[in-house]
């Protein structure tokens, strides 16, 4: 619908307040709510949202280091233009639309640090060569019994979890929980965003969910709608949800593993797909692997953005710990998933951890991905058996040495831009400086009485 027709249809529904949020570099929605006629006006000429958002970390904290914004600026109202596009109706606020924005600094320049902005420039390039880009993401989070408010009060320890023990697969577990189960899948319904399943996972309190393939934007949408689904669902009924890349030193880490394949410009044939080629996949898929393979190491602060993203790529845990790739080998970094049919042909991403944002991680995929077609890169052989026992191309193993390497790659710089390789390079700078004056509980445990 044209913004005329937007408007015409919210107010037949009688529609009087709208929900606008964007996403900022930690994949956190940002927004607001807003009158009616206030939504009118901002979704014709666009308004102000102050850009602090992307001069602040996770805890609202600004950054340190000099920026496009901070207080050498002012911090001033960058625009933020509404995507006429993701209107949604949210049926447990009556009255109440949702859209999302991306953020400019004028009505002619995209934002560059804006994630969304990145994956739209991305995907546009995907189409001038002739793709339409399709992606999916599944995530593994973990709800407890507990609120925001005990949280705090129990320095985050002693936590209950919604289900004890692990029981993956569970048909029990899901069941004795049904009403919240229910009430997220009926959610993600109600916001079309075409959750496939859900289950429990191994481990306490644990669930995995897999939202349906769409083209590449719009998956990333429906991935950042989720995240924030769970959260909210989940607060309805007294309990917290995680998406940390690993929240306990006992348990594994959660992911994020992104599904992805080209396809004609049509969205009629998967370009990923050819019965002639070896297992059923074509040269562009190779050529797309071997992009994916080569500038992992470079590009990794994309997906595995936190400190604590490090602590889930570690052997043995199900996530990857160097750049390989495999035909159905979840030991690797790169799953080559043939499929029974043409259509399912795709290459499953498992270095994303469920802390990514996921606009960026998609972008990182795509544009990794598009580098190998246009160098017409070939794969080194597949890993077979166990990839943790591969000394070929391991990944940084922190933050810091990830960001390092990311910001002094010529290719990140080519595929993302300097303005956001140097703004989001700082940001994980920041992360890491931020950790070092931390005092842990492993290191009271440690010194406290015995140094």
Not at 34 to 40: H, I
Not at 244 to 255: I, T, V
Not at 365 to 380: D, F, K, T, V
């Amino acid at each position: 619908m044209d913004l005329e027709q937007t408007i015409t249809f919210l107010e037949q529904h009688g529609m009087r307040k709208v929900k606008l949020s964007g996403v900022d570099l930690d994949g956190i929605l940002r927004g607001k709510y807003v009158s009616l006629d206030k939504f009118t006006s901002a979704a014709k000429n666009g308004f102000g949202f102050c850009d602090v958002i992307f001069g602040w970390d996770c805890q609202d904290v600004t950054y340190d280091f000099p920026t496009f914004t901070g207080w050498h600026t002012g911090y001033p109202d960058t625009l933020a233009r509404v995507d006429l596009s993701t209107f949604r109706m949210i049926p447990w606020e009556p009255g109440t639309a949702w859209f999302l924005c991306d953020f400019w600094h004028d009505r002619e320049t995209p934002l560059p640090v804006c994630p969304r902005n990145l994956l739209k420039r991305v995907n546009a390039e995907a189409e001038g060569m002739g793709f339409r880009a399709k992606a999916s993401v599944e995530y593994e989070f973990w709800i407890f019994r507990e609120t925001p408010h005990t949280l705090e009060e129990k320095g985050y320890r002693n936590l209950v979890p919604l289900s004890p023990g692990s029981f993956g697969y569970s048909v029990l577990r899901a069941s004795e929980n049904a009403r919240l189960v229910h009430d997220l899948m009926d959610a993600c319904t109600a916001l079309d965003i075409g959750l496939e399943g859900i289950h429990t996972e191994t481990g306490p309190g644990v669930y995995e969910a897999a939202i349906a393939v769409q083209d590449v934007v719009e998956a990333a949408d429906r991935a950042s709608l989720f995240k924030h689904l769970v959260k909210e669902v989940a607060s309805r009924y007294e309990c917290v949800a995680t998406f940390m890349a690993r929240w306990s030193p006992q348990q594994a880490g959660s992911s994020g593993h992104a599904h992805q394949s080209l396809w004609d410009a049509a969205g009629e044939h998967n370009c990923f797909a050819d019965a002639a080629g070896e297992r059923g996949v074509s040269a562009t898929l190779r050529h797309y692997l071997a992009g994916l393979v080569a500038l992992m190491p470079e590009v990794m602060p994309l997906v595995c953005p936190t400190i604590n993203s490090f602590k889930r790529t570690v052997p043995g845990y199900w996530a990857p710990t160097s750049a390989t790739w495999g035909w159905e080998n979840r030991t690797a970094a790169l799953r080559v998933i043939p499929g029974p049919t043409p259509s399912a042909t795709r290459i499953e991403h498992r270095l994303a951890g469920a802390d990514a944002n996921p606009y960026l991680a998609l972008a990182a995929g795509l544009a990794c991905g598009l580098h190998g077609i246009r160098e017409q890169l070939e794969p080194p052989p597949p890993i077979t058996g166990n990839a943790y026992e591969s000394d070929a191309c391991p990944l940084p193993r922190s933050l810091e040495e990830a960001t390092a390497a990311f910001r002094s790659s010529a290719a990140a710089r080519n595929l993302f831009g300097e303005s956001f390789v140097d703004h989001f390079a700082g940001s994980r700078d920041w992360e890491v400086r931020e950790f070092r004056k931390a005092v842990t509980d492993w290191e009271l445990r440690r010194y406290f009485e015995t140094i």
